[in-house]
C-alpha cells in the first residue's frame, strides 16, 4: 500500500515517453534547419564579397581605360581597394598586353582565378566581360565558365 503511492500511473510514463521523442525530434529538426541556414549564410556573403571585389577591378580598368585609352598591362599598377578578396582573386586576361581601348563585345577581361565550390548548388566564377563599351560583371555556372573560356583561348595555326 505504502509502494502503491508512490508509484508513477502507466499513463504518466506514456506519456512521458511520448514527450520525450517529440522534443527529440523537435532538437534534431532545429539543427537541421540551423545547419542549412549557417550553410547557406556562408555561401552568400561570399558571392557578394566577390561580387564588390569584381567591381572595385572593373571601376579601377575603365577609369585607367579612360584615362590612358588602352586597357592596362597589370592590375598590379591600378589603385584597387581589397575586401574580403584582393585583384589577384582574379585572372586578368590581358596580362603583359594592356590591349586596344574598344575590344569587340564579349572580350574576356577578368575572371575569378579560382571556383567557388559552394557546400550545395553549382560551382561558379564571375567573369568581367567587355559589352557594349563598358566591363559588365556576370555570374557564370563552371560549365558554363567553361565553355566561354574554351571559345576565347586564341586558335593557334
Ligand atoms: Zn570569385
Known sequence: MIGKSNAIPKGA??????NSVRT?????????????FVIWYR???QRWDCFKEAQRVAVAVEEYRARNNSFP?????LSIKNGRYNYDH???CLTGLGGPADPPAGTL????QETHQPLLGTPWRHI?????????INWLAEK???????QQLPAYP
Open 13 to 18: 510514463v506514456d506519456r512521458r515517453r511520448v
Open 24 to 36: 527529440g525530434i523537435v532538437v534534431v529538426l532545429t539543427a537541421v534547419v540551423l545547419i542549412f
Open 43 to 45: 555561401a552568400w556573403p
Open 73 to 77: 598591362p597589370l592590375l598590379s599598377t
Open 90 to 92: 582574379f585572372e586578368y
Open 109 to 112: 577581361i577578368a575572371y575569378c
Open 128 to 136: 568581367l566581360i567587355f559589352s557594349k563599351h563598358h566591363i559588365a
Open 144 to 150: 558554363e565558365f567553361k565553355k566561354l573560356h574554351t
